[in-house]
């Protein structure tokens, strides 16, 4: 089977800089993806990690470390719109196709 | 930019009906998925559809739902009698493929209530 974890919540300044942790258990990994999903609302795309290392877009990396089963999503210079739920997703192959498991998602809350 | 779109948005019915929700994809994406989220916890992945046929399916995707691509731009979720528990957000989603192209994208959802 397989198990990802995230903290539920996370709250952060204005300005600040944050890190959310993802760890997984599974077997066939292929990629992470991170999510942004504001409530009510659909995902968003943020990154896809396949290989080791980090990645940077703009305010937001995407960090993996395939040997630990980990990965972390870097927030930096925090707006209050990047309020909103965090989802770490683990894929892996299966018979050829691609099979998509997400987290519980890590609820951001940004402060003033 | 393209963009997976999902009609209705909202959606009411009686248990025991059957519901139909839409969904068209990324026009030249390849694969589709459909998605639940019951209000509160985590996306759960329903099934994945690949040259007109299912690849995978979740142990939630049981008989009373049918997926089927009816021309060559909708995708649709059949819930064949609804039950109180199917009050959820349905998310479509498509990618281009595999090997580098996986990053699905998600559609607006349709918020279904069973009552």
């Known amino acids: 089977g397989q198990n990802i974890d995230q903290p539920t919540e996370m709250t952060a300044t204005e300005g600040a800089i944050v890190q959310i942790n993802c760890t997984y258990q599974?077997?066939?990994?292929?990629?992470l993806f991170w999510y942004q999903q504001h409530a009510g609302e659909a995902p968003t795309f943020l990154s896809y990690n396949v290989l080791d290392g980090l990645e940077e877009k703009g305010r937001f990396s995407s960090f993996l470390s395939r040997s630990k089963g980990y990965s972390y999503l870097l927030l930096k210079e925090l707006q209050m719109k990047d309020s909103a739920s965090y989802l770490c997703a683990v894929t892996r192959r299966s018979g050829g196709y691609q099979k998509v498991t997400f987290g519980i998602g890590t609820k951001l809350q940004v402060i003033p | 930019e393209p963009e997976v779109t999902q009609t209705p948005s909202h959606q009411v019915t009686q248990m025991g009906q059957e519901v139909i929700l839409r969904c068209v994809p990324i026009s030249n994406h390849l694969y589709f998925y459909w998605y639940r989220q019951i209000l509160g916890q985590k996306v759960e992945f329903l099934v994945s559809?690949?040259?007109?046929?299912?690849?995978?399916k979740s142990e939630i995707f049981d008989d009373q739902f049918s997926v089927e691509r009816p021309d060559g731009s909708n995708f649709t979720l059949k819930i064949r009698s609804t039950k109180l528990e199917d009050s959820a957000m349905y998310f479509c989603?498509?990618?281009?493929?595999?090997?580098?192209?996986?990053?699905?994208?998600f559609g607006p959802g349709t918020r279904l209530l069973v009552l």
């Open positions: 599974t077997s066939g990994f292929n990629g």
């Open positions: 989603a498509s990618s281009e493929g595999l090997g580098g192209r996986e990053t699905q994208y």
């Open positions: 559809f690949y040259n007109n046929e299912i690849s995978e």
